[in-house]
């Protein structure tokens, strides 16, 4: 079995930053995409930023030039840094991993969610 485990939401002031870890566990044999979605009261879950094995990333347009996404791929963790965060930007954080656990199987895993608030 695999685990996502996220860690570092929390509440913020609007301009702050935040940085959100997550890190997965169990019989993994390989890690491709990485990625973080987040979804707001009422709201669809979307792509926040993605990151392949090899390091490219992708980025949704409304958090470009604010967020970074980074992964250390010998700790099986994924990072995303989030500067000049706005209201906007409150929703719950969920990891997501495109994750081989065993020979010919290779299936979509995803975090518990982590809650992030920017509020004065």
């Known amino acids: 079995q695999v685990q996502l485990v996220e860690s570092g939401g929390g509440l913020v002031q609007p301009g702050g930053s935040l940085g959100l870890s997550c890190a997965a566990s169990?019989?993994?044999?390989?890690?491709?995409?990485m990625g973080w979605y987040r979804q707001a009261p009422g709201k669809q879950r979307e792509l926040v930023a993605a990151i392949t094995r090899g390091g490219s990333t992708n980025y949704a347009d409304s958090v470009k030039g604010r967020f970074t996404i980074s992964r250390d791929n010998a700790k099986n963790t994924v990072y995303l840094q989030m500067n000049s965060l706005t209201p906007e930007d409150t929703a719950v954080y969920y990891c997501?991993?495109?994750?081989?656990?065993?020979?010919?199987?290779?299936?979509?895993?995803w975090g518990q969610g982590t809650q992030v608030t920017v509020s004065s």
């Open positions: 997501n991993g495109d994750i081989r656990v065993t020979i010919g199987a290779r299936n979509n895993y």
């Open positions: 169990g019989s993994i044999i390989n890690i491709y995409a």
